[in-house]
């Protein structure tokens, strides 16, 4: 167990910081709002992160990556949340580039692996087709044809599946219904013929996109894994995401919880400071109570994931179901607790209640892990 | 440290762990490796007896090795160990699931206080005796009226030049008709602000003008007392720390009963029954899942809440260990108890009308206990400083929120 962060990665959380609250703060996700953009990020902030080794922080250095280990993502999750800096870090760098390391092949992991982490090439993960996360219930075919397969069916919220280089897309290559026997990954370029991919405008100002699959063809390097044991690697990457995300839940719970706290000493009403209220400061320090129980369950399963990962999927739920209660419960009282302002689009409170109703449905929410967890104790 | 220096820690560390784990095989009688049960408890104390010959044995075993307290200083006693050395005691004896061989607020609560404020004669004359057993203390902080708000205490104790003169009464005064001495906040100098006037005084149950009666809870015990202080004389060299400056004891020994009270469902006595272990007895399962959808929510949020509160407790430690410091510790006592009693209601759900009888047949051993257990599991959201108290300490020290 690893519950506290080394120098090496309190100095990462430093410059990250630093790096991004002036060059990625919240502002700069307004702007990209505002001005609709094209990418839903800024390309010259992530060559720049780039640059710093953000894209590679999990790969081992064989690939061209800097071997950070997942604590170390986690401290650039948890300040990327705190900034809400919109890029392909999560969807590329952490999904994708996870699913090549655990699935890929000798060759696709020597191609691709280092231009991910040069940042010359992104990757999304095709995964949902409802709108609820049910990650073995997938339609989607892949039928085997001579050289290679093809592949027909619709993939839904798929993160940056609209600006993706490349897309992992989850198939079912035999069987049917819910189940992970018989599942099998590809990679697709999003320009192939027969991928239509349409974008969809989100609460949270990201990216995600409605994605359909008619008649691609790939050929048979474009597996990633065995086929039909494509959930041997879907999962361990899904868990990875979880661990990933909920790091940045922590981040935007933070954020939200110092910049309310800091309203509370503040903000005077009925000839007083609200903070000096008892009622607010004992739902100021629950949240507090729960900001600690979460620190604990965040570090462990970041940790998990390079030291103990026959425990990670177990973590991975805790850590997701928690963090999804935590960012929720703390965005609601951000927002109540600044009082009217808290509801208007002009303050950043509602920018980080947004996102965080977005990462709360991605990869599973409370319901989900709960059930999932249950499960894994043996009831 | 260097990674190098941190290995052969590690590495002796293990070495440690693999020959406390032999000493504890060769030592600790099978008898004492089982659940235990209140009256099997030893407290010590001038007119205490063991429960058995097993317990006897292994208390001298473990006196004789240091490892009562292992962490306390070795010219007292103690086991001189490190924090890390004390920790893989506690971890092996938690394996094997070997009983504490003493119990008792000595060892919790005044030791540890008395080390950090006692002077040297205070240090010499009582640390080892109550690691030897020889002496059971009990607590007086609390008073008719003052509950959680401690420093509005009255029990007042007069400078008479030799002695001071106690008068007042205390309550909840844990163990106090057992108990051979009580340590007690008292009042020194009534015209000073609230927290200014208040000492710590060490006085002998036996001292004339003493006497405590039992008072009964919910749950039918009546581990609880109220304490009558009339015309008590204390000897001066009974005061810990500076005249008027108890306030700073009492805090730093409301730390320790709070640590003690936040860690209490990891060995809590008549720790018999988990849920989810209640639940595989008591519930139907359908396909491997419990079919109750509720009260699968309400397990699984609580073994969740355990496992973050366990999470917390690890990462306190290694935050100690490296100098780091965090809000963790100070919002353990709010987390732990709270737990402790979300725990006995859903016990109670779990085992429905069987977790309902009070005494008798029709019952066995676990399910009377399980009820007594979560009558008793309300005392700990209000003993040491209530959960909102806690609230407000966490708002006050660690939230820096303006003070109305």
Not at chain 2, 300 to 326: C, N, P, Q
Not at chain 2, 337 to 351: D, F, G, H, R
Request: one cysteine or more; aromatic letters at 8%; charged letters at 25%.
């Amino acid at each position: 167990m690893t519950l506290v962060l080394n120098e090496e990665q309190r100095l990462l959380q430093d410059t990250a910081r630093e790096f991004l609250q002036s060059s990625a703060p919240v502002t700069a996700l307004r702007a990209l709002r505002d001005n609709k953009s094209e990418t839903g990020y800024d390309n010259a902030l992530w060559q720049q992160m780039t640059e710093l080794g953000w894209a590679s922080i999990i790969l081992p250095e064989q690939y061209g990556g800097l071997d950070f280990g997942f604590l170390g993502l986690g401290v650039l999750m948890e300040e990327a949340g705190r900034t809400l800096s919109a890029s392909p870090l999560f969807a590329s760098a952490v999904v994708g580039a996870s699913a090549i390391l655990i699935g890929g092949s000798e060759s696709q992991k020597e191609t691709l692996l280092p231009a991910i982490a040069a940042g010359e090439l992104t990757l999304a993960l095709g995964l949902e087709e409802s709108s609820r996360h049910k990650p073995t219930l997938i339609a989607t075919t892949a039928e085997a044809r001579e050289d290679g397969f093809v592949i027909n069916g619709r993939k839904t919220f798929v993160l940056d599946g609209h600006s993706a280089d490349q897309l992992l897309v989850a198939t079912r290559s035999e069987g049917e219904g819910n189940t992970p026997k018989g599942i099998s990954l590809f990679l697709v370029p999003r320009q192939a013929e027969g991928v239509t991919v349409q974008r969809t405008i989100m609460a949270d100002s990201r990216n995600a996109a409605n994605i359909s699959f008619d008649n691609v063809s790939v050929d048979r390097h474009a597996l990633v894994g065995d086929l039909g044991y494509g959930w041997h690697v879907l999962e361990p990457v899904l868990d990875r995401g979880r661990v990933a995300l909920a790091a940045e839940m922590m981040g935007i719970a933070l954020e939200c919880f110092e910049r309310t706290v800091a309203y509370l000493k503040y903000r005077e009403q009925f000839g007083a400071l609200i903070g000096s209220f008892q009622a607010l400061q004992h739902r100021a320090a629950y949240m507090q109570t729960q900001l600690e129980l979460a620190r604990s369950v965040i570090l462990q399963a970041l940790s998990s994931v390079d030291e103990s990962p026959e425990q990670l999927p177990l973590l991975a739920s805790l850590a997701k179901a928690r963090l999804n209660d935590l960012v929720q419960l703390v965005t609601n009282e951000a927002v109540q607790m600044h009082g009217g302002i808290g509801v208007t689009d002009e303050l950043e409170i509602g920018l980080f209640l947004k996102r965080a109703r977005v990462a709360m449905q991605i990869f599973g929410d409370t319901g989900f892990h709960k059930d999932r967890y249950a499960t894994l104790c043996g009831y | 440290m260097s990674a190098a220096e941190r290995s052969n820690n590690v590495q002796d560390l293990e070495q440690f762990r693999l020959e406390v784990r032999d000493w504890l095989q060769d030592n600790c009688p099978e008898s004492q490796r089982q659940p235990i049960t209140p009256e099997e408890q030893y407290y010590g104390g001038r007119d205490s007896s063991f429960p058995s010959d097993d317990a006897r044995i292994w208390f001298e075993r473990m006196r004789d090795k240091g490892w009562i307290c292992p962490e306390w200083p070795s010219e007292y006693g103690g086991g001189g160990l490190s924090p890390q050395q004390g920790k893989v005691i506690k971890e092996e004896m938690k394996a094997i699931r070997a009983r504490a061989p003493l119990y008792g607020h000595g060892i919790w609560m005044l030791g540890p206080a008395m080390l950090e404020f006692g002077n040297e004669a205070q240090k010499q004359e009582h640390i080892r005796d109550i690691l030897n057993g020889t002496i059971r203390w009990a607590q007086g902080y609390s008073e008719p009226g003052s509950g959680s708000d401690l420093a509005s205490l009255q029990c007042k104790a007069e400078d008479k030049g030799d002695y001071y003169l106690v008068n007042g009464s205390k309550t909840w005064t844990t163990s106090a008709d057992k108990a051979d001495r009580i340590f007690c906040l008292v009042r020194t100098d009534p015209d000073a602000k609230k927290q200014e006037g208040i000492s710590f005084l060490l006085i002998d149950m036996d001292d004339p003008g003493i006497s405590t009666t039992p008072i009964e809870l919910i749950s039918g015990e009546s581990e609880f007392c109220q304490t009558f202080f009339d015309d008590v004389k204390v000897p001066k060299k009974n005061l810990v720390g500076e005249l008027n400056k108890g306030w700073s004891v009492a805090k730093a020994l409301l730390v320790h009963e709070r640590k003690l009270m936040s860690e209490l469902g990891s060995d809590s006595p008549r720790e018999i029954v988990v849920p989810n272990q209640a639940a595989r007895q008591y519930l139907d399962f359908e396909d491997g899942k419990i079919s109750d959808h509720e009260l699968r929510s309400k397990l699984v949020e609580y073994d969740m809440e355990m496992h973050a509160i366990g999470l917390t407790h690890f990462r306190t430690f290694e935050e100690k260990i490296a100098g780091v410091r965090s809000a963790a510790p100070l919002i353990m006592k709010y987390a732990g108890t709270e737990a402790e009693k979300q725990k006995s209601e859903l016990l109670l759900a779990i085992m429905g009308s069987q977790g309902l009888g009070w005494e008798g047949e029709g019952f066995n051993r676990a399910e009377l206990d399980t009820l007594r257990l979560w009558a008793m599991s309300y005392a700990m959201t209000i003993a040491g400083g209530t959960s909102e108290v806690q609230l407000n300490l966490i708002a006050k020290n660690v939230l820096e929120l303006p003070q109305g």
